[in-house]
């Protein structure tokens, strides 16, 4: 998983200090409606991933983030290109997740 932001702040130094890290990411939530108020429920579906942080640091490495980045975003198979102003002005890291566990609750 790819990120990126600014080069400095309360995040980036979190991570220098622990790279340890974890996402959380819920779909298809409904709420299950009863007649009794404590019975009313939530369906759903998650998934919690556990890894580490990696910054990436070359030039080469920051643009095939930010390209999967852009890919995602927009479901095009493009290869961008930046100016090395563009890259020096961003942080990229990555996340390798190393192990990760799902739950639903489903209707």
């Known amino acids: 998983m790819f990120f990126h932001g600014a080069k400095e702040g309360k995040k980036i ?48 490495e920051k643009t095939n983030g930010l390209n999967n980045l852009m890919k995602h975003q927009t479901g095009k198979d493009i290869e961008y290109n930046f100016t090395e102003d563009e890259l020096n002005n961003v942080c990229v890291y990555k996340m390798i997740v190393e192990e990760f566990t799902g739950k639903q609750n489903i209707l």
Do not use: H, M, P, V
């Not at 220098?16 to 974890?22: D, L, P, S, T």
């Not at 108020?37 to 030039?59: D, M, Q, V």
């Open 13 to 60: 130094e979190i991570i220098k200090n622990n790279n340890n890290a974890c996402f959380e990411i819920d779909c298809d939530g409904k709420l299950i409606e009863k007649e009794k108020a404590s019975n009313y429920s939530y369906a759903y579906k998650s998934i919690i991933g556990f890894g580490k942080i990696f910054f990436l640091e070359t030039n080469e």
